[in-house]
């Protein structure tokens, strides 16, 4: 009864004093930000932030999410054990990755073999309606492509999502550069029987990360396009482990660095070499595709390192809100804001002769995501540590995820780990 | 409102600022009561229509709009709060007494300045809930989709802004009989 009456206080309380006059001008306002405001493309149309914390993802999602590259990178692992690596069909045969221009997300590329090849597009961190009541917002479509000369048309016939719903994807065009091995992103308009780039669409420059593969017993390409990489030509962008993994279960996808070696993996715009010591207490493994280390192939647990380089940072580091910065002062002057149990103070320090530093959290509590960007950053209740490292002007990130029961002696190895990053553009 | 959005979605200007007209006074009374600040207010709506409009291509469901642009006011209300920086410490913003036409005399009165009191008292996510709640009458499910978490975390908070607001009536409940032993 007093909870009926309550309501009934409260809800006529709030009709009374609500103020719905829009302030003076305000329409007008609105009216003429939006005519000078382009819209964004559908495929990647963006409402950040929608699930309250779009990101950053819980460390055990985001890997997760690495997992599901794992099991395409296992597919290509097998045919590997079939017949060993062989030159891609095309020039687009492969896997290929960029930093979403919009949002700063990963997006990756799987192009398969031929001239119809089929093309599966991700997004590690799709902000877009489409996603808008995933929990997990990792976009997937799925389509068949074309390839003319240096151009792979590809439609997504069946639309993609991230597993509530499915929408429409545009058709796409993909334009291969052969002096640079890159490709670029382009929105078609079918309805014209020339498609033409659909104006206010931000392309992405997408760099490659392998070639393609393809079973040994299938014919080669009859009639491959001039611009087809040579046979020969070294698949440049993998990561080069610095020792033969000495334990087969590792597998394709990771080095095994248990008797110790150096690890070698791309991060952004850099190459990111790790030794560890010979017979270490933790038996480490390093992806090959990312630069994450860590105790068991690509995952967080019980403790690992993941690296990346910034694209969209977060207004400040419990938040993931996104005015682009990239320098090392803001970040720094952003981690040191939240304060509170389990944030440690900043350690100073220097990482392959850049400025860098440290800041242990503890089953953090504080706020909802201590990190500067989505790929890397620290969620409730977890435990580790954010560096953030200046490597001339491009600010890198280095998260160690830890499940908090780790020895003394395994803490120490995984801080000489990091004290012995070398860095290079 | 349903081809308003479609048309909106497609790139047309004009549809969008029909689509603003019509729901600007609902969404800034909206802001203004979870924000309490009134230029805050100003800026986290123009800030949801803006990013509405920017995103529309990517809205499937014409349907969907209107939530789907609370979900974004109230989004960028808590954007601004936090750039603020004032959780707690937010503008009281009273609606003057003399302004009120409230039924029931000073009893209401008393009511709505405790209420009001209580409203500004909480932290501005739980006041959110109670407009949604509220003021806009939206089920429990639907204002944890517009505040974008968990029902159990709608409902908790919910519980608390209610309680709170509660007692702030209660007391003014047992304050009028004690004054009224002390005037017998």
């Given at each position: 009864m007093m909870n009926d009456r309550f309501s009934a206080q409260l809800r006529q309380q709030l009709l009374n004093t609500a103020d719905e006059r829009p302030a003076q001008d305000q329409l007008a306002a609105i009216v003429a930000q939006v005519a000078i405001t382009p819209q964004r493309r559908p495929l990647v149309a963006r409402l950040p932030g929608?699930?309250?914390?779009?990101?950053?993802?819980p460390a055990v999602v985001r890997f997760g999410l690495i997992a599901v590259a794992l099991v395409l990178a296992a597919l290509a692992g097998a045919i590997l054990a079939g017949g060993g690596p062989t030159p891609p069909?095309?020039?687009?045969e492969g896997t290929w990755t960029s930093i979403?221009?919009?949002?700063g997300s990963k997006q990756w590329l799987f192009v398969g073999p031929g001239n119809t090849p089929e093309v599966r597009y991700e997004d590690e961190w799709a902000t877009g309606g489409a996603c808008i009541?995933?929990?997990?917002?990792h976009f997937i479509a799925v389509g068949s492509g074309e390839i003319t000369g240096p151009r792979l048309d590809v439609s997504f016939h069946d639309g993609g999502g991230c597993g509530l719903m499915t929408v429409a994807v545009p058709v796409l065009y993909y334009v291969h550069d052969?002096?640079?091995d890159t490709l670029v992103d382009y929105a078609a308009n079918?309805?014209?029987?020339d498609p033409e780039v659909v104006a206010g669409h931000m392309s992405a420059l997408w760099s490659r990360v392998t070639f393609g593969t393809r079973p040994a017993t299938q014919p080669p390409a009859t009639q491959p396009p001039a611009t087809q990489p040579s046979a020969?030509?070294?698949?440049?962008?993998e990561p080069t482990p610095?020792?033969?993994?000495?334990?087969?279960?590792?597998?394709?996808d990771c080095v095994d660095l248990a008797q110790g070696g150096t690890y070698t993996g791309p991060v952004g715009p850099l190459t990111v070499t790790a030794t560890v010591p010979e017979t270490p207490t933790i038996p480490w493994q390093g992806l090959r595709d990312v630069f994450n280390l860590s105790?068991?192939?690509?995952?967080?647990?019980p403790i690992g390192f993941f690296a990346s380089t910034a694209t969209t940072v977060l207004a400040?580091?419990?938040?993931?809100?996104?005015?682009a910065i990239a320098s090392f002062v803001d970040a720094v002057a952003r981690l040191d804001t939240p304060t509170g149990d389990g944030i440690s103070e900043r350690v100073d320090l220097t990482i392959s002769g850049h400025p860098a530093a440290r800041y242990d959290i503890s089953?953090?509590?504080?706020?909802?995501g201590f990190g500067l960007w989505g790929g890397t950053i620290l969620g409730p209740g977890e435990t580790g540590s954010i560096y953030v490292i200046d490597v001339d002007g491009v600010l890198m990130a280095v998260e160690l995820n830890r499940?908090?029961?780790?020895t003394q002696a395994e803490l120490e190895e995984a801080w000489a780990i990091i004290a012995s990053l070398q860095i290079a553009r | 409102m349903r081809e308003l959005v479609i048309r909106a979605r497609g790139g047309d200007r004009d549809a969008f600022s029909e689509l603003v007209a019509r729901s600007i006074g609902r969404l800034t009374a909206m802001a203004r009561m979870i924000l309490r600040d009134e230029y805050a207010a100003q800026d986290a709506v123009q800030e949801a229509y803006i990013e509405a409009w920017r995103s529309l291509?990517?809205?499937?469901?014409?349907?969907r709009f209107e939530a789907w642009l609370r979900r974004l006011l109230v989004r960028a209300c808590f954007k601004g709060i936090r750039r603020s920086k004032r959780v707690e410490a937010v503008e009281i913003h009273l609606t003057?007494?003399?302004?009120l036409a409230i039924p029931g005399g000073e009893r209401n009165l008393a009511i709505h300045d405790q209420l009001e009191r209580g409203l500004a008292r909480i932290p501005a996510d739980q006041r959110a809930v109670v407009v949604l709640v509220y003021?806009?009458?939206?089920p429990l499910a639907d204002a944890a989709q517009a505040m974008g978490i968990p029902l159990g975390t709608t409902k908790s908070r919910l519980n608390r802004a209610t309680q709170a607001l509660r007692a702030a009536i209660e007391a003014d409940d047992r304050t009028p009989s004690r004054v009224g032993e002390r005037l017998a």
């Open positions: 929608l699930q309250g914390r779009v990101a950053p993802f069909t095309t020039p687009f979403d221009p919009l949002d009541d995933d929990e997990v917002k052969p002096d640079t079918t309805s014209r029987p020969t030509e070294p698949p440049a962008a610095g020792q033969t993994p000495a334990d087969p279960t590792a597998g394709a105790g068991r192939c690509g995952s967080v647990a400040d580091s419990c938040m993931p809100d996104s005015p089953n953090l509590s504080t706020c909802e499940d908090g029961s780790q | 291509p990517g809205l499937r469901e014409p349907d003057p007494a003399h302004e003021y806009l009458d939206l």
